[in-house]
Every structure is written in structure tokens, then in C-alpha cells.
């Protein structure tokens, strides 16, 4: 079992749509972070939270620490946000770090 | 400008034989880890490095060494001991301790052992 679960695998969406991608996980965390892959492989750190919401332009990650789970929400979405969204926690209890195997997101003009 | 630079983008090996990925940072970052991912899985923590000259194993360091004899630089070795190298690895950096911070990510080296 994975200690970190993302929902979908894979969104396909139309250009303009609202999306949303979800993270759970099971262990206790001191951090949650948000990250994009592009094709290429490259990798950006999008949010970072220990809680409650951060926005930056078009994306919005919130997190409930009591029901162990974040989402990740991208606003009028357009090609470019096409890519792999990847939820990576840091466990409170020691320097462990869990990912999830990302949710890939195509969307179409 | 600031970043994080790995080289070389492919790498190609034969079996048996050691080889050094390459991983730089300009940002004066003190924690550097890296990170190997497989397709259909997530990353997988190899190492990691607070600072100078000390180094931690992450969840799957057997098959790697690693060294950080200054700051900037965070060399890893797949050695011959590693079962299944072929992968793509990604090498990140951050301020502060260990995990706390947002992390910074290299463009990666995809390894191929023939």
C-alpha cells in the first residue's frame, strides 16, 4: 500500500475547465508539496503546506491535516497545464519523504 | 542565474561498470538529495545531504554512494552493486533543514545500462 494516493491517474479536460486532483495519504506529515512534470522530465515545486489554502495565479492547493488530504486546483485551465501533478508529503516523525505516482493531465484547446 | 544543473541529460553504460551523475547548485542551498523515478512509480529517495560532508541514506541507497565534499556539488555514484539502474534521476536542492523547504529540481539524467 502507498502511503501517499492520488486521484485520477489521468484527467483529460477541456481548455477553460475547472480541475481538481487529489492527494491522500496515511502517514502524519510536517509538509505536503505540490509538483508539475513537464514531458521533458524537468520537475517545479508548485505549493508547499502544513495547512489550510495557498493560491499562485490559476492554481489552488488546500489541505485538511485531520482527514489526511490536499487538493490541487487549476482554474480556467489551458494546454500548457498539460503535465504530471505529483503530491509528495514529508513525514513528521523522521526524514521520510512519500510520493505518489501523479495524476497526468492532458488538456485539450 | 540561480539553479540547479545535472549532467549529462543521457547517459548511456555497460553493465558492470560504475558511473558518477553529476549534480550542481548556485543557489546556496544547504540540503541536496536525490531522487530516482521509474515508470507507473513515484520518486524514490536515494540520498540526502544537510550539509557539507554528511549525507543519509533515503529508502533505497543500496547500489549508491554518494559525496559532498563542498556545498554546490552533490555527486552520485550507481555502482556495479546496483541491480536495476536504469532509471531517470533527478537531483533537487533546498534552504534550510532537510525536507522543511521547497525543493528545487534539476533537469534530470536518464541512465541506461545496456
Known amino acids: 500500500k502507498n502511503e501517499v494516493e492520488q486521484s485520477p491517474q489521468n484527467l483529460t479536460a477541456q481548455e477553460g475547465e475547472f480541475i481538481t486532483i487529489n492527494c491522500s495519504y496515511s502517514?502524519?506529515?510536517?509538509?505536503l508539496h505540490w509538483l508539475q512534470q513537464h514531458p521533458g522530465g524537468g520537475i517545479v515545486s508548485l505549493f508547499m503546506?502544513?495547512?489550510g489554502k495557498k493560491k499562485h495565479g490559476r492554481l489552488i492547493a488546500t489541505i485538511n491535516i485531520q482527514e489526511k488530504h490536499s487538493s490541487l486546483h487549476i482554474t480556467a485551465s489551458h494546454p500548457r497545464d498539460s503535465a504530471v501533478y505529483i503530491c509528495?508529503?514529508?513525514?513528521?516523525?523522521?526524514?521520510?519523504?512519500?510520493f505518489g505516482t501523479g495524476t497526468s493531465l492532458t488538456v485539450i484547446p | 542565474d540561480g539553479g540547479i544543473t545535472q549532467s549529462p541529460k543521457y547517459l548511456f553504460r555497460k553493465e558492470g561498470q560504475n558511473v558518477t551523475l553529476s549534480c550542481e547548485q548556485n543557489?546556496?542551498?544547504?540540503?541536496m538529495y536525490w531522487y530516482r523515478q521509474d515508470p507507473g512509480q513515484g520518486l524514490r529517495l536515494i540520498y540526502y545531504?544537510?550539509?557539507?560532508?554528511?549525507?543519509q541514506k533515503g529508502d533505497i541507497a543500496e547500489g549508491y554512494s554518494v559525496s559532498r565534499e563542498k556545498k554546490e556539488s552533490f555527486p552520485l555514484t550507481v555502482t556495479s552493486a546496483q541491480k536495476n539502474p536504469t532509471a531517470f534521476y533527478l537531483c533537487?536542492?533546498?534552504?534550510?533543514?532537510?525536507?522543511?523547504?521547497?525543493?528545487?529540481f534539476g533537469p534530470g539524467t536518464r541512465l541506461t545500462v545496456l
Open positions: 545531504s544537510q550539509i557539507v560532508n554528511d549525507f
Open positions: 502517514v502524519g506529515i510536517s509538509a
Open positions: 503546506l502544513s495547512s
Open positions: 533537487a536542492s533546498s534552504i534550510g533543514r532537510v525536507g522543511y523547504n521547497e525543493q528545487f
Open positions: 509528495a508529503v514529508r513525514s513528521s516523525t523522521g526524514n521520510q519523504f512519500y
Open positions: 543557489l546556496n542551498h544547504d540540503a
